[in-house]
């Protein structure tokens, strides 16, 4: 059983830039992870997803340019940076990790319902 507690969120301004961080309890380096989010009223959202080593990565274009997902396998912790952000981005941020061993094959089109282990959620917001 793998638990993911993410960190890092908070309040910004429009443009600012933000680090969020996901902490495994149990080794995670075989998993593909991923960062969700879910405004109030929404679905949650895919925002980037890492293959287990880390080698290949997915955004939507929503957020392309301006995010980045990187892991450290060895720590078995996921990250997040957000740069000039936006109002549309607010919403609670979650992690999660899916054991799968084909994870990577699909990495572009994988949904919230293939992913085994979920955060808690760490909240965004972005003022204008």
């Known amino acids: 059983q793998v638990q993911l507690v993410e960190s890092g969120g908070g309040s910004v301004q429009t443009g600012g830039s933000l680090r969020l961080s996901c902490a495994a309890s149990?080794?995670?380096?075989?998993?593909?992870m991923g960062w969700f989010r879910q405004a109030p009223g929404k679905e949650r959202e895919r925002v980037a997803t890492i293959s287990p080593r880390g080698r290949n990565t997915y955004y939507p274009d929503s957020v392309k340019g301006r995010f980045t997902i990187s892991r450290d396998n060895a720590q078995n912790t996921l990250y997040l940076q957000m740069h000039s952000l936006k109002p549309e981005d607010t919403a609670m941020y979650y992690c999660?990790?899916?054991?799968?061993?084909?994870?990577?094959?699909?990495?572009?089109?994988?949904?919230?319902?293939?992913?085994?282990?979920w955060g808690q959620g760490t909240q965004v917001t972005v003022s204008s």
């Open positions: 149990g080794y995670v380096g075989t998993h593909c």
């Open positions: 999660a990790a899916d054991r799968k061993p084909d994870c990577y094959i699909g990495l572009g089109s994988l949904r919230a319902s293939d992913f085994d282990y």
